[in-house]
């Protein structure tokens, strides 16, 4: 079946010379049930490896967010896969915000999981990665090994959602035409222009921007919302039936998915050790990356 919606991209030109990311691009526009939707991923490291890291970024952000961390899983020998979510990166972009949805974003993640039968998976989730991403291992069980998780969280509509989730999205809500490198000069004060501007390469202007309008209002926020009962089974996999290995890592600066949300994940997830707090570090964790990768490998005994 083919993607039934309107799309557009974000010109390659925008993508030239990012600072950090000198990472090949690869696509595939033939996944079953989505042909023609092209998606793009990064593919590092050999394709043989004995371990595959699965980087899943959230909103406003894309692949770029993960640059820091890459370089250090696939000096380890590990393979390292990092797609684009549809309207984000170098993806196809849904040009009809009522494109996107929860089971949409699920379902792409899971096709193309299979597609590339990606195998002995460690799960690297930052907000809607681990929103979405989190839903994704009871389904696939025997293709995750390990998580890393960070600051993010299990919208699994029978708990209220933190207030700062709800200023978040008013906020959102109220933007006409969001300012991206505006928006992660506060969550990243540490990135310099250029990294800015690369965070704002997929959206030149508002027609680019349907994904970042719809995700904060797919939050599921209700029992019935889509993707809380799936949600609700996930969480019951990683209270009762996760056996892998699990790295957490804190944001403290983060004011929604940070201190006042983790605890509760991590109570969640069996076996989950103490988690790394980063006092410095805001929501975009993996701009600290570097240092959180080296550490979860240590944990993880791969160095």
């Excluded at 990064?42 to 004995?50: K, V």
């Excluded at 406003?60 to 370089?71: A, D, Q, V």
């Amino acid at each position: 079946m083919s993607f039934p919606h309107p799309v557009t991209r974000a010109p390659d030109s925008r993508f030239d010379g990012l600072p950090g990311f000198g990472f090949a691009p690869h696509f595939v526009d033939d996944l079953p049930g989505f042909k023609g939707l092209r998606l793009h991923y990064l593919d590092e490291g050999p394709a043989a490896a004995p371990r595959t890291f699965l980087c899943l970024h959230g909103n406003p952000s894309w692949s770029y967010l993960w640059r820091k961390m890459i370089p250090v899983f696939t000096a380890s020998g590990a393979r390292v896969v990092a797609p684009d979510l549809p309207g984000f990166g170098r993806s196809d972009q849904p040009l009809e915000d009522d494109a996107h949805s929860f089971h949409f974003h699920r379902d792409v993640l899971l096709t193309l999981i299979r597609q590339l039968d990606l195998k002995n998976i460690t799960l690297v989730c930052q907000d809607w990665g681990g929103i979405l991403g989190l839903t994704l291992p009871h389904q696939e069980p025997s293709r995750f090994a390990r998580l890393l998780v960070m600051n993010t969280t299990l919208a699994t509509g029978d708990a209220p959602l933190p207030q700062g989730f709800h200023d978040w999205r008013a906020w959102s809500n109220a933007q006409e035409d969001m300012d991206v490198p505006r928006l992660f000069r506060r969550m990243a004060p540490m990135a310099g222009p250029a990294e800015l501007a690369a965070y704002g390469a997929p959206f030149p202007d508002r027609s680019h921007k349907a994904a970042l309008r719809r995700f904060p209002n797919m939050v599921p926020d209700s029992l019935d919302a889509e993707g809380a009962a799936v949600s609700r089974e996930a969480r019951e996999f990683w209270l009762n039936e996760w056996t892998g290995q699990t790295f957490m890592a804190i944001g403290l600066q983060d004011p929604v998915l940070g201190p006042a949300t983790m605890p509760g994940l991590a109570q969640i997830i069996r076996r989950c050790p103490p988690p790394l707090e980063v006092p410095q570090g805001g929501h975009m964790l993996p701009e600290w990356g570097e240092a959180i990768a080296h550490t979860a490998l240590k944990a993880f005994g791969d160095v």
